[in-house]
T-cell receptor
Framework: EPEVTQTPSHQVTQMGQEVILRCVPI?????FYWYRQILGQKVEFLVS????????KSEIFDDQFSVERPDGSNFTLKIRSTKLEDSAMYFC???????????FGPGTRLTVL | GDSVTQMEGPVTLSEEAFLTINCTYT??????LFWYVQYPGEGLQLLLK?????DKGSNKGFEATYRKETTSFHLEKGSVQVSDSAVYFC????????????FGTGTRLLVSP
């Protein structure tokens, strides 16, 4: 069964460093999403992406964040200058159509020291 | 804005016990409602969904009914198994725009033999 994959599973970085979280969505899906979950808090929507552009973003998704689909398979989330409060589990998801079920990856745990 | 509230965990049950995990929501319009499950080390998986009032979603012995009058979508299972131990997330999508999901905090279920 096709699945969404994410790498790395755990990323540790120093405050102020850039990180790139990688996702491989399901191959025939057209809509891509990033969510995050700070420990003990809700899973929060960050951004949705379709047709090579951001379709919606939350207030969390400020200028420090960017997303890219650099090739036909990867979908990346970049944080330019990490802060302590960026420590969270980051989930990638994809769907075939915008009203279809979103399939999630296993997440990347980001720890900012 | 839209929000989802679900009961705090962990919920600890013995095998074959009856399970209820409460979920209530606040939304404008007519959202779709979902339960996602996360098994250890895995991503969020869609467990069931309901798209309109009075719909019942069901899967793997779990069920939930969309109750518009009480704005609730409680998850139930008649007889839990050890393999049901996981974190359960209630979520909604507003059915407008690009279908971002709004999640509750998640409820951890622990089932002992």
């Amino acid at each position: 069964e096709p699945e969404v994959t994410q790498t790395p599973s755990h990323q540790v970085t120093q405050m102020g460093q850039e990180v790139i979280l990688r996702c491989v969505p399901i191959s025939n899906h057209l809509y891509f999403y990033w969510y995050r979950q700070i420990l003990g808090q809700k899973v929060e929507f960050l951004v949705s992406f379709y047709n090579n552009e951001i379709s919606e973003k939350s207030e969390i998704f400020d200028d420090q964040f960017s997303v890219e689909r650099p090739d036909g398979s990867n979908f990346t989330l970049k944080i330019r200058s990490t802060k302590l409060e960026d420590s969270a589990m980051y989930f990638c998801a994809s769907s075939e159509g915008h009203t279809d079920t979103q399939y999630f990856g296993p997440g990347t745990r980001l720890t900012v020291l | 804005g839209d929000s989802v509230t679900q009961m705090e965990g962990p919920v600890t049950l013995s095998e074959e016990a009856f399970l209820t995990i409460n979920c209530t929501y606040t939304a404008t319009g007519y959202p779709s409602l979902f339960w996602y499950v996360q098994y250890p080390g895995e991503g969020l998986q869609l467990l069931l969904k309901a798209t309109k009032a009075d719909d019942k979603g069901s899967n793997k012995g779990f069920e939930a009914t969309y109750r518009k009058e009480t704005t609730s979508f409680h998850l139930e299972k008649g007889s839990v198994q050890v393999s049901d131990s996981a974190v359960y997330f209630c979520a909604l999508s507003a059915n407008t725009g690009f279908q971002k999901l709004v999640f509750g905090t998640g409820t951890r279920l622990l089932v002992s033999p």
